[in-house]
């Protein structure tokens, strides 16, 4: 599933970067909602279930990723900070810099346990894990 496949708004109708449109630095959350994550080696890693916004500062905080399980029975959740994923609007899907094995191991959660995600220590957690700072 892609942005293009979400977009019941016609957010993404106009190609052409000069005109109207959002463009690939303006986009609308549920259309990222679904979204394929793969690593570098093209590995999926699972799709956006979600996208968790800092009502503070107005920033996308994480996307959470859903990974692992068979037809949606057995997924495990991992809230990747959004600054760890890149858009790939080529393929229209986000990358992650993490291999499949790894991710396997990284801070994860299941749907019916969600973390404090405003807890400093689990966002330390979750930084050193992908490699982000802690500035949303």
């Known amino acids: 599933m892609n942005y293009i496949d979400n977009d019941t708004y016609g957010i993404y109708n106009d190609t052409d970067n000069d005109g109207p449109g959002p463009g690939p630095e303006i986009m609308g959350a549920d259309t990222l909602i679904g979204n394929d994550v793969v690593n570098h080696i093209d590995e999926n890693l699972g799709d956006i279930k979600e996208i ?12 959470v990723l859903s990974f692992g399980g068979f037809m949606g029975m057995g997924d495990k959740l991992f809230a990747v900070p959004w600054k760890a994923l890149t858009l790939d609007t080529v393929n ?3 990358l992650l810099n993490v291999d499949k094995e790894r991710l396997e191991a990284a ?3 299941d749907k019916d346990h969600w973390p404090n995600m405003n807890d400093p220590s689990w966002q330390a957690q979750v930084n050193e894990f992908y490699g982000t700072d802690d500035a949303a």
């Open 52 to 63: 968790m916004l800092h009502m503070r500062t107005g920033k996308v905080a994480y996307a």
């Open 92 to 94: 229209k899907r986000f």
């Open 107 to 109: 801070p994860g959660f």
